[in-house]
C-alpha cells in the first residue's frame, strides 16, 4: 500500500485510537503538531484529563522540503529498533514505546513534554546535577552493549547487518565531513567569518586529519550509535534526561556519539560569549559546562572500564592494557569527532541555536571565530590533548 501522510486531526485521531487502547476518553481528544526538525511528522495527542502520547510519522521524502528531496522511511524502522535497543539496556534514558507500525511508518510514544531540549535549557544557562552522570551511564552502557565487547560476535554481526543505514550516513558523509572543509554551495556562512572560512578551507592538514576520521565513521562498525547525539536529541529537567531521535543510527565508530555530544556542549560555550545577559554569570556558565565535560568522561570512562573488566564477552579483549589504550583511542576520537561536529555547526549547512540566535553578526562572528579556533585544534591536536583537563586548558586559551 501506497505511503500516506495524515490529512487532517481526525484523521490522527482515529488512528490512534484504532491502534492502541492508551486514552480512556476518545471524546476529547486534541492534536498539535510539534514538528521543529527538518525530517518528520511529530504530533501531540491528548485529553482532558491530562494524558498525552507522541505520534512520529516518517513519509519518504525531508518534510521541510516535500517530495523534492526523497529520503529513505526506512530510518523509521532504524529509530524504531534502536529505541527499542536503548529501552532494553537503559529504560528510563528514552521514552516508552507503545506502538511500531512499519507500514505507515509511525512510532507511538510517551509524551516526555515535562523535559525541556537541553539545547534550549543551555543557552537559558540552566544547570543540570545530574546531567553528566545520566549521559555517562548512557553512552556507556549503548555503547559496550552495542559492541563486539559486549555481544557475542555472531549477534554483534547481526546488528551491524540490520543497522545498515547508508542514506542517512550518506548525508552525514557530505554534510558532515565534506562540505564544512571546503567552499561548498551547500554552505552557510557568516559574511563575517568569509575570510576565517576561507582560511579553513585552505588548511591540508586539517583536510587529511578529517579524511582518516571520515574513513573510519564510513568503515568502522564498532558500536551501535545514537547517530546525531547534539543537545536538540536530548531532553532533560533537574532530575531525568531522554534520549530523542535515533534515525542516524548505525554501527559505527563509539567516540562519534561522545564526539558529538561534547561538541554540542563546547558550541554552547562558544555563544555564551555573545548570548545576552550578565558577564559573570555566563563566564560562570562556562565553567560549569568545562566542569560537566569532565564529569561526563570520568563518569563514561569509569562506567566502560567496569564493563570491560566485568561482562566482556571476548577474553583476548578483557587484557587490562589493551582496556587502557582502547578508552584513551576512543579519547582522541571523541576529540576528533567533536571537532568535525563543532566546523559543520559553524560553516556547513546546519547550525545550532547556541550561536544562530546571536543578532549581531559581528558578535555571531566572534563566537564562530572561536568555534573554528577550538575545531581545528580538536582535529589537529587531538592525540596531544590528553585529558578533559586538558581539553578545558585549551578552550580557555583560546578564548583567552
Ligand atoms: N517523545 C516525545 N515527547 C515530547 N516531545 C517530543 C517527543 N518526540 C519528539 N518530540 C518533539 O518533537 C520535536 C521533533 O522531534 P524529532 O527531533 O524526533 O523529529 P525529527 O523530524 O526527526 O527532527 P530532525 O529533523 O532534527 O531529525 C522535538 O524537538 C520535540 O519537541
Ligand atoms: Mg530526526
Redesign the pocket.
Known amino acids: 500500500m501506497p505511503f500516506s501522510e495524515f490529512s487532517d486531526q481526525q484523521q490522527i485521531i482515529d488512528y490512534v485510537t484504532q491502534h492502541i487502547d492508551y486514552f480512556t476518553d476518545d471524546s476529547t481528544l486534541q492534536v498539535t503538531e510539534?514538528?521543529?526538525?527538518?525530517?518528520?511528522y511529530?504530533y501531540?495527542i491528548s485529553d482532558a484529563g491530562g494524558n498525552s502520547l507522541?505520534l512520529?510519522q516518517t513519509p519518504p521524502y525531508i518534510?521541510v522540503i516535500g517530495d523534492g528531496w526523497p529520503l529513505t522511511q526506512d530510518r523509521a524502522r532504524i529509530e524504531y529498533n534502536s529505541l527499542k535497543r536503548t529501552a532494553e539496556r537503559c529504560p528510563q534514558r528514552v521514552?516508552k514505546m507503545y506502538h511500531y507500525d512499519a507500514e505507515h511508518c509511525v512510532i507511538l510514544?510517551?509524551?516526555?513534554?515535562d523535559h525541556d531540549?537541553l539545547r534550549e535549557l543551555m543557552i537559558q544557562r540552566v544547570r543540570l546535577p545530574d546531567l553528566a552522570a545520566q549521559l555517562a551511564d548512557y553512552l556507556a552502557v549503548t555503547k559496550f552493549y552495542g559492541s563486539g565487547m559486549g555481544l557475542a560476535s555472531g549477534e554483534h554481526k547481526q546488528l551491524v547487518r540490520e543497522s545498515q543505514n547508508p542514506d542517512l550516513c550518506q548525508i552525514h558523509e557530505e554534510v558532515f565531513f565534506l562540505d564544512p572543509f571546503c567552499d561548498h554551495e551547500r554552505n552557510d556562512v557568516n559574511p563575517a567569518l568569509r575570510d576565517e572560512a576561507e582560511a579553513f578551507w585552505q588548511n591540508n592538514d586539517l583536510k587529511r586529519e578529517v579524511a582518516i576520521l571520515k574513513r573510519r565513521y564510513m568503515s568502522d562498525t564498532e558500536a551501535l550509535l545514537h547517530g546525531d547525539l547534539h543537545t536538540?536529541?536530548v531532553f532533560a529537567n533537574q532530575n531525568s534526561c531522554k534520549v530523542?531521535?535515533m534515525?542516524f543510527a548505525f554501527c559505527g565508530p563509539a567516540g562519534f556519539d561522545t564526539g558529538v555530544l561534547l561538541a554540542n556542549f563546547l558550541l554552547n560555550y562558544c555563544g555564551q560569549n555573545n548570548l545576552p545577559g550578565d558577564a559573570d554569570e555566563r563566564a560562570g556558565y562556562q565553567d560549569w559546562l568545562l566542569t560537566t565535560i569532565s564529569e561526563l568522561w570520568q563518569r563514561f570512562s569509569q562506567r566502560f572500564s567496569n564493563l570491560m573488566q566485568q561482562h566482556c564477552v571476548d577474553p583476548s579483549l578483557s587484557d587490562a592494557g589493551y582496556q587502557q589504550w582502547y578508552l584513551q583511542q576512543l579519547w582522541q576520537d571523541t576529540l576528533g569527532y567533536a571537532g568535525v561536529e563543532i566546523s559543520r555547526r559553524t560553516v556547513g549547512i546546519a547550525h545550532v541555536a547556541d550561536i544562530a540566535s546571536i543578532e549581531s553578526e559581528t558578535a555571531r562572528a566572534d563566537s564562530e571565530r572561536l568555534a573554528l579556533k577550538i575545531a581545528e585544534s580538536l582535529i589537529l591536536r587531538r592525540s596531544e590533548i590528553q585529558s578533559p583537563a586538558q581539553l578545558a586548558d585549551t578552550v580557555r586559551q583560546l578564548n583567552s
Open positions: 510539534l514538528s521543529d526538525g527538518n525530517l518528520n511529530v501531540r507522541i512520529k518534510r521514552p510514544m510517551q509524551d516526555i513534554g531540549n536538540g536529541s530523542i531521535d534515525e
